[in-house]
């Protein structure tokens, strides 16, 4: 496996562990740790062992080093800024940011069964906004534009799974944790909102309905 690909892996496996965190959570110890070494890793990996050269040559070696060292120093800030990108909600400064990360995570899936679930992914999260959202003084709009985008993604995600595994039983799977997550909602929701989740309740019952 090409050095370029397992750094691509521990993207990927970064970032989903960041989007499996529940709103308002933090990243463990665990994982921060292994992030840090992870990152110290990959600063070795690319600074290859120095073959013995005149003293003369000590310094222009050093500097690679010392941009590899840079490049780590950025790459962990990054990565300690995603972790409060994860936790935003929609209204919130960073949110863009979380959802172009979500982009992100969907055009680097390498199959088009595993862009699906990233999709799905997606459709699970915008759920637990609005759940978050629901009581706020500015619930209103963003809760409409959080239903809207959570059936987009769960109707592109189903798609691009049916064409990748038909009769995945992932699909059944998935309608049935979203109705048990976008059903409670239902009596705190106003009538423009109530009519959105429920006409996206319609579509998931039936994806679950016997064939």
Do not use: C, N
């Amino acid at each position: 496996m090409s050095r370029a690909r397992r750094r691509r892996e521990r993207v990927l496996e970064q970032l989903t562990e960041l989007r499996e965190l529940p709103l308002g959570g933090a990243p463990g110890a665990a994982f921060k740790e292994r992030l840090r070494a992870e990152l110290l890793s990959g600063a070795l990996e690319a600074e290859p062992e120095p073959a013995a050269e005149p003293a003369r040559r000590d310094l222009p070696r050093r500097r690679p080093l010392l941009s590899q060292l840079a490049a780590v120093g950025l790459a962990a800030a990054l990565m300690v800024s995603s972790f409060a990108t994860y936790q935003a909600v929609p209204g919130d400064s960073l949110y863009p940011l979380k959802r172009a990360a979500e982009t992100t995570l969907v055009h680097l899936s390498p199959g088009e069964a595993e862009r699906a679930e990233r999709e799905l992914d997606s459709a699970k999260t915008r759920a637990k906004e609005v759940a978050s959202l629901l009581g706020s003084s500015a619930d209103g709009p963003l809760v409409k534009k959080t239903l809207k985008d959570m059936e987009e993604s769960t109707r592109s995600g189903i798609s691009r799974l049916e064409r990748a595994e038909p009769r995945s039983p992932k699909i059944k799977k998935f309608a049935r944790e979203q109705e048990e997550t976008v059903k409670p909602m239902l009596q705190e929701l106003d009538e423009d909102q109530l009519a959105q989740a429920e006409g996206y309740l319609d579509y998931i019952e039936g994806l679950v309905a016997p064939e």
